[in-house]
């Protein structure tokens, strides 16, 4: 397996591999040994992605590295199936911040945030907007574009009445808003404020947008699920090469 900046890894692996196993491989992003884990106490915030949760989808990664000796802190974000978008992006953002300094003040030396498809784009965005330094950005099959043409038409109603809502000083009532994930919609009960901060095209949801303003050199690791991801077709060119350059800079194509 070779892997090397703007280069795309295609590794063959079967439709039934848990593509969260693969995920591992991200924090060698930081030059890390696995053996050596413990020793020189890494920590890793990983996120669910839409709908999901911590007990959920990234269960199996979390406790594969905290057997490793990984450090890992898997806080339940605000698109969880438990939470329905009860907090605005800049907010979520906050949760990985103080996740970040628990675990640098419990002892990580390294921090690496990661996420799986919503929490892919956060760990994207808190390397551009949060408050905290981080070593690290390993995104697993990342999800949400509200910048794409298919996405935005399919939500353009409800952004329409979100941004009209914030307009008239409303923002902070609750509405039904449609939300859109791996290609299913639910409507969901939240404040307009909190739908645009997801969902504007030039904000914080949009991967590229986070990318472009991305200013520190920390490496990451861009894993597409294979030809069946919807963000297989845009390439390296959607957020990989917006990224700044960095010698451990991987994307990783999976067949999963």
Partial sequence: MRNSIGMATKTPFSRGVNIFLVALFGLMLCGVRLSSAA???IGVVLM???WGSPDRNINELAASMKSKGFMVSTPVMPWSI???YDADYPDALEI???SV?????????????????MGANAAVAEAAYGHEPIDGVVAIAPGHAPEQPGYHQKIEESLKLAMEMVKAGRGDEPDQFLDINAG????????????MSYNDPSGMGSMPVSAAKVK??????WIVAGPGDVLYRQGRGYVFE??????????????S
Avoid: C, F
């Fill in 48 to 50: 669910h992605g839409k």
């Fill in 101 to 117: 300094r628990e675990l640098r003040n419990a002892g990580a030396t390294l921090v690496v945030v990661a996420g799986h498809s």
């Fill in 39 to 41: 020793e020189r106490k």
């Fill in 96 to 98: 990985v911040d103080r």
């Fill in 242 to 255: 917006r990224w700044p350059s960095h010698p451990k800079n991987s994307y990783l194509v999976i067949d």
């Fill in 216 to 221: 520190q050199p920390i490496p990451l690791l």
């Fill in 82 to 84: 438990h939470r329905g």
């Fill in 184 to 195: 299913r919609s639910s409507t969901v009960a939240m404040t307009a404020a909190a739908y």
